[in-house]
Nanobody
Framework: QVQLVESGGGLAQPGGSLRLSCAAS????????MSWYRQAPGKERELVAF????????GYASSVKGRFTISRDNAKNTVYLQMNSLKPEDTAVYYC????????WGQGTQVTVSS
């Protein structure tokens, strides 16, 4: 059974950090482009970061560049999103996505940035 399970969300203060994890099962995530999206209330889902299949090239939305880092641990079949210098506007549900011939989504994890 194919699954993506996100974890690591929660409440953080402005300027704080969180690390999200996306654990894949039922398929080999290193063979897929992996990405993180987020959706804030009343807004469309937007791409936050991605990491490619082969060279693990990364890319980021301009709003998070320099603050967020996407990485993958192929041995653990897991992708991470390290989020530093968090801002209230980073508050959203964060989703993990795997794409190649098929596309899979996780169920999402809530991130709230507030003092």
């Amino acid at each position: 059974q194919v699954q993506l399970v996100e974890s690591g969300g929660g409440l953080a203060q402005p300027g704080g950090s969180l690390r999200l994890s996306c654990a894949a099962s039922g398929f080999t995530s290193r063979n897929y482009e992996m990405s993180w999206y987020r959706q804030a209330p009343g807004k469309e889902r937007e791409l936050v970061a991605f990491i490619t299949r082969s060279l693990s090239t990364t890319g980021y939305a301009s709003s998070v560049k320099g603050r967020f880092t996407i990485s993958r641990d192929n041995a653990k079949n897991t992708v991470y999103l390290q989020m530093n210098s968090l801002k209230p506007e980073d508050t959203a549900v964060y989703y993990c996505k795997a794409s190649y011939h098929e596309t899979y989504w996780g169920q999402g994890t809530q991130v709230t940035v507030s003092s």
